[in-house]
């Protein structure tokens, strides 16, 4: 997990656990059975793929191709292989650069100011962004302005411009994000996880500084671009009011003549490996409460365990019914948020990861009941209620995954490109649906270990109801941000 990946994913967690903190409350308020706890709810309709017509083009673009006649717009989204994993050596926060520039900075035939115009007048939309192991440029319009979007989508894809002007703005950016990094306490306690779990110099870890953003040029862009962005390493998904046909003749028109001279250089996928249990703390003297974080290596989303590994997940640690909800807030009170999940990845291990939020005097009392609640799973089996909620839990948040075009077009791209089956969905659903309470229990022995967690505590340790070396021998971690290099002087 990155470090901007690990902080979309606390806030995320925050929210959740908000809500269901206000559940919780409600329960507790009501608890003679109310009449909608007694309603018994269909099983949710089978959902049916849509048609996919796939192709490619002669310079090795890859289509997916999807009609959908509902509304009268078009939809794309291209996926090119690069990534955090594909930065040169030196230039680290190149694909954070790239990402906001390669929008903004225009094209060859159109500035970015322009593009803006463009598309606003029409109502449509292109973006950009880079993640772990691609890139992607997507976007929308209404069908009677495809034919003035696609050559705009087209020219962002192909051959962007990377205006100075815009680099040094999305530069400022960055720098203003580095500034801020230490100002929540959930960023930094994901942030740092992570780094304990990967490894500070992986790419599923990553942080730049000051000095990697100055470091950065224009010309560093233009090289990553004719590095990687290749016809045939790129897969393009295409949904909306069309005829397969005659997308594919116009995206014929449009990017077929897409070429890049030379031969492609190889991407080496990091090499993921477990690091051995640390724990570790950091000082933030500027907030009243201690949150806690363990985690471990976890899983990639094909591996055969997963489906269970996912029912465990849900049942110890999500949601305001979890065991660890329950026992560390409900119970004894300890915290307003806890919880948990296991977050695989598509193509490397994943994290598993629990946490809790709780006052400095309930640090260790927190830290041990959630470490108790790992415990206490790994030796009987879960109940039959508890394996139905979670069960339940997945099958409706899939249905809710799969009630638009979009979000089924965009996962079968996503499979398409880290070449899973194109019905991968449809089997890890049969899978979860057939997972047993002697599954989770067996995945829980195997793969859950509380003595192997790396737990991590930001807060005041002076506080503390114990000393955190109750737990074991303690890193402290420094999380002053660097001050960049002073500007050498200029020439006379």
């Known amino acids: 997990m990155t470090a901007r990946r690990s902080a979309l994913t606390a806030a995320a967690i925050a929210l959740v656990f908000v809500a269901a903190a206000s559940l919780a409350q409600q329960s507790a308020a009501n608890p003679t059975p109310r009449t909608i706890d007694k309603l018994v709810y269909p099983k949710l309709h089978e959902i ?15 289509l997916l191709l999807v009609e959908d006649h509902d509304l009268p717009q078009v939809k794309f989204a291209a996926f090119v292989r690069c990534g955090f994993i594909a930065e040169p050596a030196g230039k680290l926060g190149l694909a954070d650069l790239f990402a906001e520039v390669h929008r903004t900075g225009g094209t060859a035939a159109m500035t970015g100011d322009a593009i803006d115009a463009l598309l606003d007048s029409l109502g449509a939309d292109v973006r950009t962004t880079v993640e772990g192991e691609y890139g992607t440029v997507g976007g929308n319009t209404l069908i009677e302005n495809l034919d003035k979007v696609l050559p705009v989508f087209a020219g962002v894809l192909t051959a962007p411009a990377f205006a100075q002007g815009k680099i040094e ?5 960055m720098r203003s994000v580095i500034a801020r990094r230490n100002d929540e306490v959930m960023g930094i306690a994901f942030r740092e996880i992570g780094k304990l779990v990967y490894g500070a110099r992986s790419p599923y870890a990553r942080q730049v500084e000051y000095e ?14 004719r590095a990687y962005y290749r016809p045939a390493a790129t897969t393009l998904a295409v949904w909306g009011d069309f005829k397969a046909g005659e997308m594919k003749a ?12 030379g031969a492609a250089p190889k991407i080496t996928p990091p090499v993921v490996t477990p690091r051995p249990p640390a724990l570790a703390y950091v000082e933030k003297r500027d907030v009243e409460q201690t949150f806690l974080v363990a985690g471990q290596l976890g899983l ?14 849900d049942i110890l640690g999500s949601g305001f019914a979890s065991r660890i909800f329950v026992k560390v807030r409900s119970e004894k009170g300890l915290a307003y948020s806890a919880g948990g999940e296991m977050s695989p990845a598509w193509d490397h ?5 629990f946490f809790a939020s709780t006052k400095p005097s309930t640090t260790a009392e927190a830290l041990s009941t959630v470490l108790d609640e790992i415990r206490r799973i790994r030796e009987a089996p879960v109940t039959d209620d508890e394996l139905a909620r979670a069960k339940e839990a997945f099958l409706n948040g899939w249905a809710f995954e799969n009630d638009d075009t979009g979000k089924v077009v965009v996962r079968l791209a996503v499979c398409e490109f880290y070449g899973y089956p194109p019905d991968f969905n449809a089997r890890l659903r049969n899978a979860i649906e057939k997972v047993t309470k002697d599954d989770v229990l067996r995945v829980a ?6 003595d192997a967690l790396t737990i991590l505590a930001v807060g005041r340790q002076e506080q503390f109801d114990k000393p955190l070396s109750t737990f074991g021998k303690v890193t402290t971690i420094d999380i002053t941000i660097p001050e960049p290099n002073p500007a050498p002087p200029a020439r006379p």
């Open 48 to 62: 049916r793929p849509p048609t996919v017509v796939r192709d490619t083009l002669p310079n090795g673009l890859r």
């Open 349 to 353: 291990p994943g994290v598993f990861f």
């Open 250 to 261: 116009k995206l014929a028109a449009t990017l077929g003549g897409w070429k890049v001279a």
């Open 300 to 313: 990639r989303l094909d591996d055969p365990d997963y489906p269970a590994v996912r029912v465990l997940g």
């Open 212 to 225: 990697d953003v100055e470091r950065l040029t224009r010309e560093d862009l233009l090289a990553f671009h």
């Open 169 to 173: 703005l999305a530069k400022m950016h």
């Open 445 to 450: 022995r195997k793969h859950l270990n509380p």
